[in-house]
């Protein structure tokens, strides 16, 4: 059992658990991943460390309550606790060397995409970011963003705050400014991802992806996880998540991932009816 140090609603469907997990902040590095059960009987589940620290023996995760699981997850209150925190778990991303670095985020994939931010400036790093988000009711870490970054671009599809448009747009005003990087680091859903390495491949640019491949384990042993990576397979939990961009099968894992999307449905349902049994 894991205490819940703190609990934050950053918006009203994305929170943020501070956890109690001493070993695993002592570990930790940007872009590992925990496998986390909210209770004994839950469904398993990856989310990227958002943050950690060692001196005070904890590590914080932020998710978006869309399924069963992040309901059950978003249903526990500080000072409670969850079942199993289990990590760090994958491979942290490689950030030694590098001068100049755009890194892009969507949506939650900003909380995995932030500590690499924070640990590419931490190491002297030229760190320029593009978040993008639906609307303005979706945007999260802006301020966190900014800290870290020389140049910072907030995106959003309607236009209802920072630049309208998509990652995509900002990543050719960012070039067409004469900006080179030595890489581009992008984590958000599968589709960002995939039109974000289109549009790279095409500048040029090196570009590496976080992938959120469904996980059951997370030690390699299910295949759930598995992603056709320059033609061969691989697994995310163990060979990643970290991946090249351009040499991703994009169009295979997005539809293996969309196979589920009725069973989420499904168990999303059957969770929310289970909490608010409960609560009555």
Known sequence: MFK???????????TELVIE??????????????????????ERIPLTISSYDPEEGSVS??????????MELNSLPEGGYVHDFVGPLGRAT??????????????????IALPIAQELHRLGCEVHSVIGFRSQDL???EDEFSA????????????????????????????????QYDEVITIGPLV??????????????KTVVSMSAIMVDGTGMCGGCRVSVGGKTKFACVDGPDFDGH??????????CGMYKDFEAHAREATCNLLNKEVQ
């Open 4 to 14: 819940i140090l703190k609990r934050k609603a950053l918006k009203p469907t994305v």
């Open 21 to 42: 997990a001493p070993l695993i902040a002592k570990k930790a590095k940007p872009g590992q991943f925990i496998i986390v059960r909210p209770f004994e009987d839950s």
């Open 61 to 70: 995760i932020i998710f978006q309550v869309v399924g069963g699981t992040t």
């Open 94 to 111: 490689e950030v030694e060397g590098l001068k100049k670095v755009l890194v892009v985020g969507g949506g939650v994939g900003c909380a």
């Open 139 to 141: 945007v999260i870490l």
């Open 148 to 179: 870290c970054s020389q140049k910072m671009m907030v995106m959003t599809d309607d236009g209802s705050y920072g630049h309208k448009g998509l990652v995509t747009n900002a990543i050719e005003t960012l070039v067409a400014e004469g900006n």
């Open 192 to 205: 960002m991802m995939k039109f974000v390495c289109l549009t790279t491949k095409k500048l040029g640019l």
């Open 247 to 256: 040499e991703v099968d994009w169009d295979e894992i997005i539809n293996r």
